[in-house]
């Protein structure tokens, strides 16, 4: 199981910390990805992080903005998210692969992604 937290209201600018917490298993050897999903618009990748940490991909919109991290000895990942904009405004979901893809290729398309959070409100808004 994921549960993730740390969404809530924020101004324009403003920053937030996104956390996924896992139980039940180890994170250890997966693939971890931030999604999001806008009112009417397709769930899209965000970030994800190799099973080292070593690896990382962003979308091009979150790209100098958000930055993922990964401590495998708490079993979380984190997001944290700076300069926020109201179009950042969404559900965010975190999720894990086992997937013997690229970080990339996993966090183009959902399909890879096994285990799901229930996600966290993010609203940009003054």
């Known amino acids: 199981q994921l549960v993730e937290s740390g969404g809530g209201l924020v101004q324009p600018g403003g920053s937030l910390r996104l956390s996924c917490a896992a139980s039940?298993?180890?994170?250890?050897?997966?693939?971890i990805g931030w999604f999001r999903q806008a009112p009417g618009k397709e769930r899209e990748g965000v970030s994800c992080?190799?099973?080292?940490?070593?690896?990382?991909y962003y979308t091009n919109s979150v790209k100098g903005r958000f930055t993922i991290s990964r401590d495998n000895a708490k079993n979380t990942v984190l997001l944290q998210m700076n300069s926020l904009k109201p179009e950042d405004t969404a559900i965010y979901y975190c999720?894990?692969?086992?997937?013997?893809?690229?970080?990339?290729?996993?966090?183009?398309?959902?399909?890879?992604?096994?285990?799901w959070g229930q996600g966290t409100l993010v609203t940009v808004s003054s």
């Open positions: 999720a894990a692969s086992n997937a013997r893809s690229s970080v990339a290729t996993v966090c183009r398309d959902a399909r890879y992604l096994e285990v």
């Open positions: 992080v190799s099973s080292s940490g070593g690896t990382t």
């Open positions: 039940g298993f180890s994170l250890d050897y997966y693939i």
